[in-house]
């Protein structure tokens, strides 16, 4: 294997949303309250355009984690499902970089104003993309060993953070 210097990232902006202790597990797009990034200056100029695009992807450093990752993760709601960390999408990784989707409201200046977001407030964020149709929505995409969980409807909501009576 090829041998890599330590890498580094530099946040470019900070993400700001009403979570302070517990955010949703998946952004929540009509959520209350506000949900913005305040851009570092040096970056304004690469706003561009941006808003002539209806979603864009945010990546940001999950730097709240206090477990490290293990390479087989059973998901709460599955209680005898051991899974590879690869298989799902939990936040506790080798490397805790987080992507959402989120819809793009506004950017005034530099400060870009998305729906409801799944990050606690004060998060570091990496980079931002615009999420373009044809390239991003792959129709035949599947649901993986999710196929194979009863229940499949229920627990989908708990995978969105979508609240629910159980």
């Known amino acids: 294997m090829r041998s890599f210097s330590m890498i580094r990232f530099e946040p470019i902006g900070v993400i700001h949303t009403p979570y302070r202790n517990n955010a949703p597990y998946q952004p929540v797009s009509n959520d209350a309250g506000e949900f913005y990034i305040d851009l570092c200056e ?17 990546l940001f450093y999950i ?4 477990e490290k990752p293990k390479m087989r993760f059973t998901p709460p709601w599955l209680k005898n499902k051991e899974l590879g960390l690869f298989a799902t999408r939990t936040p506790n990784r080798p490397n805790p970089i987080g992507l959402s989707i989120v819809k793009l409201i506004n950017v005034i200046d530099r400060k870009i104003i998305v729906s409801g977001l799944d990050v606690f407030d004060g998060t570091p964020l990496l980079d931002i993309k615009p ?3 044809e390239l991003d929505d792959k129709s035949d995409a599947n649901y993986g060993w999710l ?3 009863d ?3 229920h627990f989908m909501l708990h995978i969105k953070g979508v609240p629910h009576d159980y």
């Open 131 to 133: 999420y373009i149709k």
């Open 63 to 66: 730097d709240r984690l206090q």
């Open 151 to 153: 229940n499949r409807e």
């Open 147 to 149: 196929d194979d969980v």
């Open 42 to 58: 040096a970056y304004t100029d690469g706003l561009k355009e941006l808003l002539r695009f209806k979603y864009i992807y945010l």
